[in-house]
């Protein structure tokens, strides 16, 4: 165990978790995977170095053979529909959305069904019909129409709502980035922090699993280091476990 103080206190509290026999369900996102990267090889090289199953969030839009070719033999990797274009439709004075109410929702909802059309045919062994909106933002009014869409699913970032959708929720909960200010990697002792605070929220009671999220073209160092020591202290303990979006999908209640 490692005797870093920062690291100490997941340790800590992943052993609570033992001695109540029981383990923490953690999963991992990684956003805006278009082809093939230097990055990408990186996180599907710490992946797999670890066993994590990793969910890449493809833009539809903008995304081809080449990276289908490159996933093609990778198993731990699944593939989910991250919105169309990740193009910004809102104005100028509000929030950036692309599934907003801006545009037509018949427009969107076709766009929606193209790309898990499109991810669908590229994926065929990775797809997960699972739709991840842009900005984790998506308009209320769109929800109740996603599984006609095709999707199963949906994943934004923060705990579960108990909103009007056609699809469970399966959500990211701790962003690796520092969006707001520095935008490199947040400060290691403020993530391993947040992961304990969504343990301790899960002790008491929340079966929902912790989401991880990450976004690999835009990782500095500093990210990278978090992740690789956060995937060796979980591969240390029985007390935290990776599963992948297709397992989380197995267990979720139909919406509704």
Request: charged share 25%.
């Amino acid at each position: 165990m490692t005797e870093d103080p920062i690291w100490q206190l997941l340790q800590a509290e992943l052993a609570r978790w033992i001695h109540a026999s029981r383990s923490a369900k953690f999963w991992l996102r990684d956003d805006d995977a278009v082809e093939p990267t230097a990055a990408l090889d990186r996180l599907i090289g710490l992946a797999n170095d670890f066993d994590v199953p990793v969910t890449l969030a493809v833009i539809p839009a903008h995304t081809g053979e080449a990276l289908a070719e490159r996933l093609a033999a990778e198993r731990r990797i699944c593939v989910a529909v991250h919105g169309w274009s990740h193009e910004n439709h809102a104005p100028k004075d509000r929030k950036k959305q692309e599934l907003g109410p801006d545009r037509p929702h018949e427009l969107v909802l076709r766009q929606l069904r193209e790309g898990c059309v499109l991810l669908a045919r590229l994926y065929p062994d990775r797809f997960v019909p699972v739709l991840v909106p842009p900005w984790n933002r998506i308009d209320a009014a769109l929800l109740p129409y996603l599984k006609a869409c095709g999707f199963k699913a949906l994943s934004v970032f923060g705990p579960a709502k108990p909103v009007e959708t056609s699809v469970p929720q399966i959500n990211t909960h701790v962003d690796l980035m520092d969006w707001h200010g520095t935008r490199g990697c947040r400060d290691h002792a403020e993530l391993v922090g947040a992961i304990v605070e969504q343990l301790r929220l899960r002790f008491d009671g929340s079966g929902e699993p912790i989401g991880i999220l990450t976004h690999h073209l835009v990782h500095d160092e500093s990210a990278w280091v978090f992740l690789t020591k956060l995937f060796q202290v979980v591969a240390l303990t029985s007390g935290g476990r990776w599963l992948s979006i297709a397992d989380l999908m197995k267990s979720q209640k139909p919406a509704g």
